[in-house]
């Protein structure tokens, strides 16, 4: 369907005014979460997500390369997003090549690391032979959907797939050339990664004068501007972006920050629950 | 505030729908539902094949998932899930597309986009006079790209395509409420189709093509027009009054502008739009079930879920759904003992 009308709009901007949203939630409210966890036999560990209309999937796939030159003692993390042209007819042909690459690049970042391990995923501790061996773990996304709030989506679809990866364990050994040789241990039970600090994105927008969270498509296009703070479990802010064409007022933005680190950790510990309650299965 | 995580279940809404109606008489034999590759009991020898059905090895099968339908000779399978098909007289709810020459596209969910010519609606002012150069060059005066209208299906052509018409004071642009869309077929086809639930001031617009407008009560007079443009439904041409320069804004998309524009029209207040969205919530719920939505189910639905206590933003819930189709499951019962008695 084409964009919504003016009228629409307005009687949306007013509702958001007055807390009362088209599907009934409040300005802070989140849709409910439905996950299906490991739906891809292949991947490594892999998690889809309803949020309402909104359904996304992500697969993590770890396997052995070379660490970069630049930074030999670290494993690298590549993201990719791809928008189903199911999600909507604009993903048509190359269609949603633009926006994907725009969605991969917010969640990778999102999903490094620093170097001292306070965010994202601990990448020195993906690395097995320093220059020579670590492990690359692939992050593939699939929108199928677009619902509204996708990139939200596809960054606690990509914790939860992350949090039930499992990783090969291995043994590095020293051959008689002196080279390292890394080799599959027996058990057949891999390690999980360490998703623990890996932040969600909660994306808050400005609608009118308010703040609101977790837009549904038809909301999308009243936002004036959208911040996509990367919180993690502590409720710190790891990353920051915008997205829209207005500028925010410096109170506003304070507030939209605020309302993100009051919802992610609620939002992580939940997740963290419902994954711990899935069975593991090999 | 919590947000609730729980695993997705695929299909637990047809699940609830199939437990529950096992409670009541079924009025169709088992057969009468068909699945893709099911074959359909042909009794006479001798039938005609219709929609949704195919010939293989001298049995009949189906090629869609629904409902055995006979009519004299003629089988064929009426889908569950389909687009809308038209017909002369209907009222629909659709959005327009696109500006092509003397005619507004509107997209109607159906199978072909649907066309209103410029000589099909009533001009500004209730003019009636042959439609000229400048009447097309104004047309985006009247309906723009992604307006909502509701308009009555005047013919269908030779190809299959619609051809509206909104020549009655009561169809034309709609604004200041919002839409749901649900499946064609669970839209009955009534004497009315702009309502006004009972006790609940507010106006539902159930378009034959699935798509319902939901807004707060607007007083019609007796040939449907509204009697005095409600601040909130007018806020568009309000405000264009005021700042030409903002509504061209906000109309092209500016967020800022919209807000304006927002601010500056009255809208409903908080109760009158907890009971639109909630009339909305019932509807949704009602879909979810694949039950009929007409005024009085849309009530129903509403009255049980104030009953339930039951938030709108979780109106589409198990826990509510469970209540609700217990409560059809109750009502279908009463009206088979009514038919047993009468």
Known sequence: MADISLGERIYIVQGIEQDVRTD??????????ELEANVVAQADGSARLHLGPTDVLVGVKVELGVPDSASPSQGQVHVSVECSSCASPEFKGRGGEDWGIELARALEASLVGSPAGGSGLDLASLCLVPGKTCWLVYVDALVLNDGGNVLGALSMAARAALALTRVYKVEVSMNEDDEPEVELSGEPEGAPLDAANVPIIVSVSQVGNRSVVDLASEEEPCAAASLHVAVNSKARVVGLTKSGSSGLDPSLTQEMVEVAQKLGPGIIASLD?????IPVTS | MSVVVRSFEAGSNLKLI??????????????????????????????????????????????????????????YVQPVKSRYT????????????????????VDLNSRQEAGLLISAVNLPGGVQRRRNAVDELNMRSMFREGDLISAEVQGKNQDGGIQLHTRSVKFGKLSGGQLVVVQPKLVRKQRFHFTTLQGLDVDVIAGLNGLIWVSPHIPRGEDGAPLQQQQQAAAPAAAEQQQPSTVAAAAGGNPAAIAAAAAAAGGPSKQQREAVVRVAGAIRALAALMLQVYPDSIVEAYTASIEAGVAVSDMSERRFLEVLAQREVARRRREAVHAADG
Do not use: M, N
């Not at chain 2, 009991?41 to 006979?70: I, M, N, S, W, Y």
């Open chain 1, 24 to 33: 009934g939630r409040s300005r802070a409210q989140y849709r409910p979460l």
């Open chain 1, 273 to 277: 629950k419902y994954i711990s309650s």
């Open chain 2, 86 to 105: 038209p017909e002369v007289g209907d009222v629909v709810v659709g959005r327009v597309t696109e500006i092509a020459g003397k005619r507004w596209k």
């Open chain 2, 18 to 75: 199939s437990k529950t109606s096992k409670a009541v008489a079924k009025s169709t034999p088992d057969s009468a539902y068909v699945c893709v590759g099911d074959t359909i009991d042909t009794e006479e020898p001798e039938f005609l094949k219709g929609h949704g059905t195919a010939l293989v090895d001298g049995r009949l099968l189906a090629t869609l998932c629904g409902v055995v339908q006979r009519i004299d000779k003629l089988i």
